[in-house]
């Protein structure tokens, strides 16, 4: 197995969008619909509209009311500037104990 295909499947195991969608996601205009995900990625519209929600659920972008059309955050322009943040505001906090974990029941 060569290095990029080897960094290849680590990106693929882990995270929940597989990298041909974070490549895609990329190169998409800040105003997006599913249509222009799956022409990019070279997916079904439906497995298009399945990583939408997940990339909606992410808060990379969100659903623009009352169109079929989605909208990058400021923030998440790329899949890399969103997980900068995430690190930076969340991972970071975490590992030092600056943020805590709830309490479960």
């Known amino acids: 197995m060569s ?3 080897a960094l290849i499947e680590i990106v693929d195991r882990t995270f929940s969008i597989p990298p041909k969608v974070i490549a895609g996601y ?3 205009d800040r105003a997006f ?19 939408l929600s997940k990339i909606v659920g992410l808060r990379m972008a969100t659903k623009v009311p009352h ?3 989605y ?6 322009d ?7 943040d ?3 505001l969340a991972i970071v906090p975490l590992e030092s104990g600056a943020l805590k974990l709830p309490e479960e029941e």
């Open 71 to 76: 909208q990058k955050y400021d923030n998440a």
């Open 3 to 5: 290095r990029n295909e």
């Open 78 to 84: 790329t899949f890399s500037n969103w997980l900068k």
């Open 67 to 69: 169109k079929r059309r």
């Open 86 to 88: 995430l690190i930076k």
């Open 33 to 51: 619909t599913s249509g222009d995900l799956a022409r990019i990625c070279d997916i079904s519209r439906s497995s298009a509209k399945f990583y």
């Open 26 to 28: 990329a190169r998409l």
